[in-house]
């Protein structure tokens, strides 16, 4: 069994930035995709970023690439999401992912519980 635990959310001004976390417990295989993804209010869960435990294979969806940096720390088990440049767009509640998974999309069987992200503009 995985358990994920996202903090660093908060408020935060357009243009400003953030830096997400993802605490990983249990046992996590080097293959192992951990995704970052976002759900604002009325609107459909979405992909923002994933990262592979051990080859360092990065996804960003077009909407926060040169923006977003997904990177991970092996012994300390967590994953990071920095965001810069936040819009008003961005604000979500921002969700980890991890498993076994054959594009960065979907198929994760692990969630975190969420953290919000606002934008103030």
């Known amino acids: 069994q995985v358990q994920l635990v996202e903090s660093g959310g908060g408020l935060v001004q357009a243009g400003g930035s953030l830096r997400l976390s993802c605490a990983a417990s249990g046992f996590i295989l080097t293959s192992y995709t951990m995704g970052w993804f976002r759900q604002a209010p009325g609107k459909e869960r979405e992909v923002v970023a994933a990262?592979?435990?051990?080859?360092?294979?990065?996804y960003y969806a077009d909407s926060v690439k040169g923006r977003f940096t997904v990177s991970r720390d092996n012994a300390k088990k967590t994953v990071y999401l920095q965001m810069n440049s936040l819009k008003p767009e961005d604000a979500a509640v921002y969700y980890c992912?991890?498993?076994?998974?054959?594009?960065?999309?979907?198929?994760?069987?692990?969630w975190g519980q969420g953290t919000q992200v606002t934008v103030s503009s």
């Open positions: 990262v592979t435990w051990g080859g360092g294979w990065r």
């Open positions: 992912a991890a498993g076994l998974v054959a594009d960065a999309k979907s198929g994760y069987p692990y």
